[in-house]
């Protein structure tokens, strides 16, 4: 994309600035976008400030060169004008001073940029702000897609920011030509060239219709992008078609010319099967990950008789303290047990987490216990909180042994996630492989997931259970359970699950993973092994993650 500012100081600030940046994340969370904003403030103010100096310096421009005009040129005239000695000194001062310092100097010299330049560079400094990067925008881009593959929506829709058919969440943004040919771009160079082909032709569309926005993109280069990906994709003919629309335009384009015999010859490869050589079409999505985002979109959930045996009820879970305020259950799942407790924190305390979380939170990464990397399978930052270090966490802390009636003596510190644009966590296992015993204090697998939702989220976000046929939406202050273990403290492989994207708006959780260490007669073993339960979803390959 080309960014049309013509003050050449400007392109090297921002180069400068790219340089200097470290590598930022700002697509997996939304609290970072948050930092994005002020930064934007700062710029808006700053060259608004430039803008203005600049405009006036060319008022007086202008009104100097008005001066000048008033000069008569006609010969006739020239005589007696230069006959008064003051036309004639200020014409030689004119020249001689008042060009060079009111005109080229202030024209020519950028120091007042410079200067400019240097301060804005200062305050961003001490905003202690990160540069986005290009790997930033393309995380964006790939978290617009996932949503896009995910709940199946139309580009033309989402350009247009249009989440759902009913007018209920239709955000007041749109995307621009340039956005969605960026967009376009950005999906290409992700290898998903259906999708880019989409966007790139929605770009088109709206290029005609902004002929005056800004930053505006020109058809040709729209076009530039999208005859070589259909060629790709393998429509040849729309192609060959959009190339002689290049060719048309610029009769002498490199490109365009240098393409044109390649579709001649593959249209004609057409026309005679024999010739017509066929790529095989690469399977993008497997299936497990099929079943996953038709959970995620409310296609596959339980039938009636599946949650016929399920109940809401409350309990004080056998503790005294709850006697008068007893917990709300709602089970999802008898076996494997999920269920969900509501009303477990309040606003106040939800909100506390989601504050102390901003700025806090870092990249998560996947992997077992000890060797983790970051990756995309788990687009979302996290933080982990220790109990020990966080006395504010202590009723929290008291809460949470209540619900699930474990121990936390074997439990992990809490871990608080951030999710952003189209953020995720591909279907997964939350046991580990144990091997002997680890580094960390913590006994034995983990028994019990207690996932606590922080903030409603509009749209999108549920927990989903794909051989559950479960999705569990957000709800502010629940807490869902599950136990990720059969009895026999074998993995019940019937537990993966997955964080569907995010649709709209930004999702914060808590993860406690209690394990199996102490909790003995709180949880005793059964006397048969149930193990085969779950046997016939257990993957060939296992992996954990
Ligand atoms: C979107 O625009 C409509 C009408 O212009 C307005 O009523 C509504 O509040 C806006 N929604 C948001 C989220 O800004
Ligand atoms: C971590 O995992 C990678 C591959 O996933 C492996 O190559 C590496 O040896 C592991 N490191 C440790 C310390 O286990
Ligand atoms: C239960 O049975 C499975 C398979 O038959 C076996 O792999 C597992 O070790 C058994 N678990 C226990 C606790 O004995």
Redesign the pocket.
Known sequence: MSVAISMPGFVIFWVSLCLASVRGDYYSATSELEALVDVEVLLVQQIELYLQKAEKQQENIKRFLENIEKVPDDLEYLEDYFGNPINAFITIKRLVHDWRYNVFEPVFDLGDFVAYKENLAKRLESADFKNPTKDDLLGATRGLWRLQETYKLPTSQLANGILTPGDKNELNVTLSASDCYAIGCYLNELQQHSYAVDWLLEAKAKSIREASAFPFVSELSILEQLAPTLNQMGNNKLAHRLNAEILEKDPNHQMALKDKPIYETQLAWQRDPRLNVAAAKVDESTKSEDLYQRVCRGELRQSPRQQRKLRCFYSDRGVAFYRLGPFQIEQLNLDPYVAYFHNVMSDDETDDLIEHGMGQVKRSTVGSLGNTTVSEIRTSQNTWLWYEQQPWLKNLKLRLEDNTGLGMESAEPLQLVNYGIGGHYEPHYDFVKVEKETTFGWKGNRLLTALLYLNEVPLGGATAFPYLKLAVPPVKGSLLVWYNL?R???PDFRTKHAGCPVLMGSKWVCNEWFHEGAQEFRRP?GLM????KS?SFKPIDVVYK
């Open positions: 059969h026999s403290l074998d073993c092994n149930d193990s085969k046997i």
